[in-house]
Nanobody, 123 residues
């Protein structure tokens, strides 16, 4: 199972980026999905998640009010709109999917991972 994340890049502090995640080879029907990130020398951490129905969304405190997660089930794609980016947001961002209603917030509990996309925020 492959999840393809895209949209990363280099941006100045205060700028915006939009990440996308789409599976290849299958659909993640009824799966919860979300994003984790991993900065150099740090553990992978939860960023945000969204249920299949989109009626439950969760954010890490560090990104609340700045990031917005969404998904288009018809297009089989998930998004992460990142605004007011800070240097501490610099990390490799990974999309994740899980057959349970709610995506685990601990990386070891997640069933499916995509390859990451690098986000670099310069000061």
């Amino acid at each position: 199972v492959q999840l393809q994340a895209s949209g990363g890049g280099l941006v100045q502090a205060g700028g915006s980026l939009r990440l996308s995640c789409a599976p290849s080879g299958r659909t993640f029907s009824r799966y919860s999905m979300g994003w984790f990130r991993q900065a150099p020398g740090k553990e992978r951490e939860f960023v945000s998640s969204i249920t299949w129905s989109t009626n439950s969304i969760n954010y890490a405190d560090s990104v609340k009010g700045r990031f917005t997660i969404s998904r288009d089930n018809a297009k089989n794609t998930m998004y992460l709109q990142m605004n007011s980016l800070r240097p501490e947001d610099t990390a490799v961002y990974y999309c994740a999917a899980d057959p349970r209603v709610y995506l685990p917030t601990i990386s070891s509990g997640v069933n499916h991972w995509g390859k990451g996309t690098l986000v670099t925020v310069s000061s």
